[in-house]
């Protein structure tokens, strides 16, 4: 496979995954403000833009934080490469370069997902109300996954997106709960209701009370969500996936290409691994901050090291 198709379907997966991500932080930080107490109004919009790592680009635009302009630029700004808008954008994108090596199903599904989002404006989020809108988010990203599922062959295309996803999703979940355990220090308050608050925001509080019936403490929560090997939004069971498609991408080349390949997988392995090793006692608050920068880091160094090895020539568009 060509190295800008290659990449091009890596960014269309982590793209559309981070288009989630998105909603779903989101929703954690509404959630979460029921929780703070806050002097300034200001302060809990400019979390939200913090939590994106935008507060540089949000003030070239806005002298304020308010729930309008903070959800106007992190949802529909299309001058901010982050936004909501510009990732589905850039999913679209890459997937018109190589419409003609996927299924014509897919297409439509971005396509679609472009064209509704491109229509919306941010007084239609508020009256509508935020939680209806981002549930949509997640509904249409849902179609895509879905179609992307049933109708694309197991073969080198298909495995390149999901390693986007999966890497995508283990960084993302890493950042929501950096972001939630920065709030829970800057309040001074009880963590459990801030981490019940990312349970519920990626789904997992059910499959949670499965899983610790008499319990429920913030290192559990954290457990959890970094660990749970069952759990397909946990970090572990990221570089899970991660690792099984890397292997099989690499089934499909030389034995010279697979050696370099096999780099890749070795740091998604060795990243699992150090999960599959941390017991409780590593959880606890101060030493869970450390442990979610090195995940970050390794997050980080393994998206380089699969683009030395699958993307060094031609570049699709980022």
Same mark, same amino acid.
């Given at each position: 496979?060509?190295?800008?198709?290659?990449?091009?379907?890596?960014?269309? &997966?982590?793209?559309?995954?981070?288009?989630?991500?998105?909603? @779903?932080?989101?929703?954690? %930080?509404? /959630?979460?403000? /029921?929780? #703070?107490?806050?002097? /300034?109004?200001? %302060?809990?919009w400019s979390r939200?833009?913090?939590?994106?790592?935008?507060? &540089?680009?949000?003030?070239?635009?806005f002298e304020q934080f308010t729930e309008r302009d903070v959800i106007s630029f992190i949802t529909l700004d299309r001058g901010y490469s982050n936004s909501l808008f510009s990732c589905v954008a850039q999913a679209r994108s890459n997937l018109r370069t190589i419409r003609e090596k996927v299924p014509s199903e897919l297409w439509e599904?971005?396509? +679609?997902?472009?064209?509704?989002?491109?229509?919306?404006?941010?007084?239609?989020?508020?009256?509508?109300?935020?939680?209806?809108?981002?549930?949509?988010?997640?509904?249409?990203?849902?179609?895509?996954? #879905?179609v992307e599922h049933s109708v694309m062959q197991r073969e080198q295309e298909w495995h390149f997106i999901e390693? #986007?996803?999966?890497?995508?999703?283990a960084e993302n979940t890493v950042r929501i709960l950096q972001s939630v355990l920065g709030a829970i220090s800057a309040d001074r308050a009880a963590p459990y209701p801030y981490l019940m608050a990312v349970l519920k925001s990626v789904s997992g509080y059910q499959a949670f009370r499965r899983v610790y019936a008499d319990g429920l403490s913030a290192p559990q929560i954290i457990e959890f969500l970094l660990t749970r090997e069952s759990?397909?939004? +946990?970090?572990?069971? +990221?570089?899970?996936?991660?690792?099984?498609?890397?292997?099989?991408? &690499?089934?499909?080349? #030389?034995?010279?290409?697979?050696?370099? /390949?096999?780099?890749? @997988?070795?740091?998604?392995g060795r990243l699992k691994a150090e999960? &599959?090793?941390?017991?409780?006692?590593?959880?606890?608050?101060?030493?869970?901050?450390?442990?979610?920068?090195?995940l970050t880091e390794g997050c980080r160094s393994l998206g380089r090291t699969m683009a030395e090895t699958f993307f060094r020539m031609e570049a699709a568009a980022q």
């Open positions: 496979m060509l190295n800008r198709n290659a990449e091009a379907l890596f960014w269309i &997966g982590r793209y559309m995954e981070r288009a989630e991500n998105h909603a @779903r932080l989101v929703d954690v %930080h509404y /959630h979460i403000q /029921h929780e #703070g107490d806050f002097a /300034h109004e200001e %302060h809990k939200l833009v913090d939590a994106f790592g935008a507060r &540089g680009d949000y003030l070239q635009q599904a971005v396509n +679609s997902f472009y064209l509704w989002l491109g229509e919306v404006q941010v007084a239609d989020i508020l009256e509508e109300g935020p939680n209806i809108f981002f549930r949509r988010v997640k509904e249409k990203v849902a179609v895509f996954q #879905g390693c #986007g996803r999966f890497l995508e999703r759990f397909p939004r +946990s970090v572990y069971f +990221s570089f899970l996936q991660l690792e099984e498609h890397l292997v099989e991408i &690499g089934l499909y080349e #030389g034995e010279m290409a697979l050696s370099q /390949h096999e780099k890749a @997988r070795r740091k998604a999960l &599959g090793c941390l017991d409780r006692d590593d959880l606890d608050l101060p030493e869970t901050a450390l442990l979610l920068e090195q």
